[in-house]
């Protein structure tokens, strides 16, 4: 979101964490003093030693010991799990300098820099470019060393493009900006001192058409690229580039369903093709692109309305429900899980508004103030609001201390999910009472800003677009921790409410822009979720083994695809079904518009309900999907429940199923 100048900026109280890795290790100096990404695709790149392995499509790249190593991963593939595999087929230094880390000397939306000083090196690493692209700033001899056995060496006559096959059958292409002297033993090759470019790239297979491609666009390389929101719905990619010639840039699927067809100055080249755990990737040939995703209408109610029939039962759940709100029974302290108790009780005044039932909305919006406001004035007892300008953003009081709190909170994991929760209820509460709504109007956008700010060259306290991915078009939940598969996320559905809300915020407040944003950001979302998360019986996505077992995924990774989950094993499949789905609210029809999977995935999952000691509240979860396509029978099976989640109540899951089909039955 861009800095609303009517806003005056509110930074919740400064704290000084305990648990935050220092980001001068690996940020070089020009940047720290701007907010830093949490959530990146090159996170591992500035976490402890710097040394695990990121996915920057479509190699795998590790940078250790003052050297960088690309791998093309090959792939491990069960019913439970795919993952890449890393091997180092290229290791990349130079003969000179002492070993020293490496440093992050500039980052983007699509690219980021890795310098090695020492070694007179730096690696301009865009993500979806076929080529490793090296600046070598300095002449400088080079050591390429592999893991692989060198079978073929050769060059062309002005010694600026070389072939070598290694013994594992991959074809690497090397293209160097002015002539280079290479040599080579059994599995290392050598140079004399060279300054310039090198371009390294993995030939896809043999055919001669796809070496001619890559010898094409060898002279034009991507220095680094922004993405732009050049409209609600449009999103635009666009790239610095040097060199002579046309830009050639890979792209996944979800690129090409959504590169716009009017795009004349963008070429897609069909049958140029790298493999990935995200599909295949397609080469596309232009400067920039342009994608638009189909529009997400966001609204406060269901698309179709309640039955007129249904009334009295919704009210009637929906007045106990009210009459048990009481904020001083509140014992939880966990962001998240307070998040859901007033996000619930948010929903609650919805359903009433939507019913005409305006008796109990009092009640509700009495509840909201009293325990919204506790956090946005720093006056909740165990926990609250604080701010952090090493990284730049907000960190919970008990997240501060304890890496392990709030669900690592303090180090940045599940921004979206946690403020997504208390944005819902602000914005609810604002709707109800305009005058609260402009009090506390600088705390919400605080909390929009924390993970949905788009200005990142003067907005200091927060960190641009905290935890949506930009190339991928989906988002990560996975903060400051080293992982070796790179980030992850779980709950796309708390992931597309978080925008979606963010978007009410946006009515509530009457601010185009940023339910533009948000609207744009949810259906981004959806389509990511539908696209790598929902597991479709016959989709070739994924390998068959993996499909004809699953129809959702657990927990997503950079460089993996995982069928458990962070809290509980595959088999729960009530789990995976409900954490993707909560809460529910009316954005979820949109993410489960296609009915006949919502049938393969309920009925997939209906006979793990038959475990004893199956929660409640994650049948109630189940049943709510039923109720697309089976009305009645999941109707008497949510009557029949004795719990709930914590974010859900009987009142919820009635609306539900209820406002299910059309409204008039005589339409």
């Known amino acids: 979101m861009a800095k609303n100048q009517s806003i005056p900026p509110y930074i919740f109280p400064q704290t000084q964490s305990t648990v935050l890795p220092d980001p001068s290790n690996f940020f070089s100096q020009n940047l720290l003093s701007n907010s830093l990404p949490t959530n990146s695709f090159f996170q591992n790149f500035v ?19 003052s050297s960088l190593s690309l791998s093309y991963p090959s792939r491990q593939v069960s019913s439970a799990v ?29 690219s980021v820099t890795l310098d090695i000083p020492s070694k007179n090196l730096s690696f301009l690493l865009v993500r979806g470019s076929p080529y490793l692209t090296v600046s070598v700033t300095r002449p400088t001899p080079l050591s390429i060393t592999t893991i692989h056995a060198i079978l073929s060496f050769s060059s062309n006559k002005s010694n600026t493009k070389f072939t070598f096959q290694f013994n594992n059958g991959q074809t690497w292409l090397l293209y160097a900006s002015s002539p280079i002297k290479l040599s080579h033993t059994l599995s290392e090759i050598t140079s004399n001192a060279f300054s310039g470019i090198i371009r390294i790239a993995l030939l896809p297979d043999s055919d001669s058409k796809h070496e001619g491609v ?24 666009k790239w610095e580039k040097k060199g002579s010639g046309d830009l050639l840039l890979l792209a996944h699927p979800l690129h090409v369903q959504l590169l716009s067809n009017t795009d004349d100055d963008v070429t897609v080249l069909d049958d140029f093709k790298y493999r990935s755990i995200d599909g295949d990737l397609v080469g596309v040939v232009g400067d920039s692109w342009v994608l ?15 039955k007129e029939e249904s009334r009295d039962e919704i009210i009637s759940a929906l007045s106990k429900d009210v009459e048990g709100l009481n904020s ?24 009433a508004e939507e019913l005409s039932h305006l008796d109990v909305i009092p009640k509700v919006r009495k509840f909201l103030k009293e325990t919204i406001e506790p956090w946005l004035e720093g006056t909740f007892h165990g926990n609250g609001f604080l701010h952090d300008n090493k990284w730049g953003g907000i960190i919970t009081q008990q997240g501060s201390t304890d890496s392990s709190a709030d669900f690592g909170f303090g180090i940045y994991n599940d921004h979206h999910y946690h403020l997504g929760y208390f944005l819902y209820a602000i914005a609810v509460l604002t709707k109800l009472d305009p005058s609260w709504g402009r009090k506390y109007k600088a705390q919400a956008y605080s909390l929009v800003e924390d993970f949905m700010n788009l200005d990142s060259r003067s907005n200091y306290n927060y960190t641009r677009l905290r935890c949506f991915d930009l190339y991928v078009l989906h988002s990560w939940a996975g903060g400051l921790t080293e992982f070796t598969d790179g980030r992850n996320q779980e709950s796309t559905s708390e992931a597309v409410s978080a925008y979606y809300s963010a978007a009410l915020i946006g009515l ?14 949810t259906s981004l979302e959806i389509l990511g979720t539908k696209t790598f998360w929902h597991v479709e019986e016959g989709g070739t996505l994924y390998e068959e083994e993996f499909t004809k077992e699953n129809r959702v995924m657990g927990v997503l990774w950079s460089n993996k695809r995982d069928t458990g989950l962070w809290f509980a094993p595959a088999e729960r499949r009530e789990c995976r079904l409900g954490i993707q789905l909560l809460p529910l609210v009316p954005v979820s029809e949109a993410v489960f518009s296609n009915v006949e999977y919502v049938k393969d995935l309920v009925e997939w999952t209906l006979p793990a309900l038959e475990r004893d000691g199956v929660g409640e509240g994650w049948k109630g979860f189940v049943y709510a999907l039923q109720g697309v396509y089976d009305n009645e029978g999941a109707l008497k099976k949510i009557r029949s429940l004795k719990g709930y989640d914590d974010g859900n109540s009987l009142s919820n899951l009635l609306w539900w199923i209820h406002s299910r089909g059309d409204t008039n039955d005589d339409e």
């Open 82 to 110: 795919i993952y890449q595999v890393f091997n180092s087929d290229l290791t990349i230094s130079s003969k000179q300098g002492s070993n020293e880390k490496h440093v992050i000397s500039s980052y983007s939306d699509l």
């Open 214 to 237: 890559l010898d094409k666009f060898s002279s034009c390389y991507p220095v680094s690229g922004e993405a732009v929101f050049r409209e609600p719905f449009v999103l635009e990619y």
């Open 47 to 65: 976490l402890k030693n710097g040394d695990q392995p990121e996915y920057i499509h479509p190699y795998l790249i590790k940078s250790s010991n």
């Open 292 to 306: 638009e995703t189909d529009p997400v209408f966001v609204s406060w109610h269901s698309t179709n309305g309640v």
């Open 328 to 351: 001083s029974s509140i014992k939880e302290t966990s962001s998240y899980f307070y998040g859901k108790l007033i996000a619930r009780a948010a929903r609650l005044a919805l359903i």
């Open 508 to 521: 509530a407040y009457g601010d185009p822009r940023l339910v533009a944003l948000g609207s744009t950001l």
